[in-house]
């Protein structure tokens, strides 16, 4: 197994240089360009496009794309987002009709939705959420989902309404190691996203998360992280690198080589999840398809 450091070394400023099993293709193609009309004519955001995806060009050349409702401005400033941050201004009560006919229109076998943190809304944004589901189920009900929901802090009403609608998987990422979370995602705490994920479990839902490498974790730190999952009911976990978005963000401290994405794979297996999509450009939605029946 290759060490958990950066194979090529360090660049010019004494930083991890990006490795070449992190290049990917630019999206091109008939399938991309069609999504791309599509997202475009609804006025839609997507997650592929604000949190700069590099998966985007395979997903969306699939006919795939990940959703993002309630605006493109979020309430939070983790250190690790490309979301823009502030007050958002936008609510708007027709957008789950355009996310529903924009997906029955793309002939979608399965869709994921997400959402930025709005927590100036008293429910969360959960109203908007349950429509949106039960649209989408409305006029495509052969099509699986899956939710990619906020910290709802604690508003454990909001959190029903939001998984109630019909969706077969729940997602809610943990995002790092309990050590870094002062850090990462400095508005959101290790235990009450642990938490969030057990009551989704105790509804009934599938429930998945994803985590981030290359932050500094230790090995010991991701293994407690599997644990702390495996007892709250997780089914589900998502492994990949992080890249930084833009200067402004926080640093990647290491790549992680692809040998060591395999191990973390088999380890959490065998701590009791039930499915680890581990490797360096892993997102919360890559694959989600698979994700549906396991």
């Known amino acids: 197994m290759q060490p958990n450091a950066a194979a090529d070394g360090l660049n010019a400023l004494g930083k991890p240089?990006?490795?070449?099993?992190?290049?990917?293709?630019?999206?091109?193609?008939?399938?991309?360009?069609?999504?791309?009309?599509?997202?475009?004519?609804?006025?839609?955001?997507?997650?592929?496009?604000?949190?700069?995806?590099?998966n985007m060009g395979e997903c969306w050349g699939a006919g795939t794309a990940t959703f993002m409702i309630l605006g493109n401005v979020c309430t939070r400033s983790c250190s690790f987002c490309a979301v823009a941050t502030g007050r958002p201004n936008e609510y708007d009560t027709?957008?789950?009709?355009?996310?529903?006919?924009?997906?029955?229109?793309?002939?979608?076998?399965?869709?994921?939705?997400?959402?930025?943190?709005?927590?100036?809304?008293?429910?969360?944004?959960?109203?908007?959420?349950?429509?949106?589901?039960?649209?989408?189920?409305?006029?495509?009900?052969?099509?699986?989902?899956e939710t990619l929901i906020p910290d709802v802090k604690a508003n454990w009403d909001a959190l029903i309404t939001m998984i109630s609608p019909g969706q077969e998987v729940v997602s809610h990422n943990m995002e790092t190691v309990k050590e870094l979370y002062r850090r990462v995602r400095p508005q959101a705490k290790y235990e009450r996203s642990l938490e969030q994920t057990r009551r989704t479990k105790e509804y009934g839902k599938r429930t998945?998360?994803?985590?981030?490498?290359?932050l500094g974790?230790?090995?010991?730190?991701?293994y407690q992280a599997m644990d702390d999952l495996a007892a709250n009911g997780c089914d589900i976990l998502t492994l990949g690198q992080y890249l930084q978005p833009t200067k402004l963000h926080i640093e990647v401290a290491e790549f992680i080589h692809?040998?060591?994405?395999?191990?973390?794979?088999?380890?959490?297996?065998?701590?009791?999840?039930?499915?680890?999509?581990s490797g360096p450009l892993v997102r919360s939605s890559y694959h989600a398809e698979r994700h549906v029946h396991v």
């Open 217 to 222: 974790e230790t090995r010991e730190q991701v």
């Open 17 to 54: 240089r990006k490795p070449n099993w992190l290049r990917v293709k630019l999206p091109v193609g008939k399938e991309y360009a069609k999504v791309r009309n599509i997202v475009d004519e609804y006025k839609l955001h997507t997650i592929c496009e604000s949190g700069n995806c590099p």
């Open 258 to 277: 692809p040998d060591l994405f395999d191990h973390y794979r088999e380890e959490g297996l065998k701590r009791g999840l039930k499915y680890v999509e």
């Open 208 to 214: 998945k998360t994803g985590i981030m490498l290359g």
């Open 94 to 145: 027709d957008e789950p009709r355009r996310v529903a006919e924009a997906i029955q229109l793309m002939g979608v076998k399965h869709a994921v939705i997400t959402s930025v943190n709005r927590d100036e809304l008293k429910d969360r944004g959960a109203a908007i959420w349950h429509d949106t589901v039960r649209l989408v189920k409305e006029l495509s009900p052969a099509t699986t989902i």
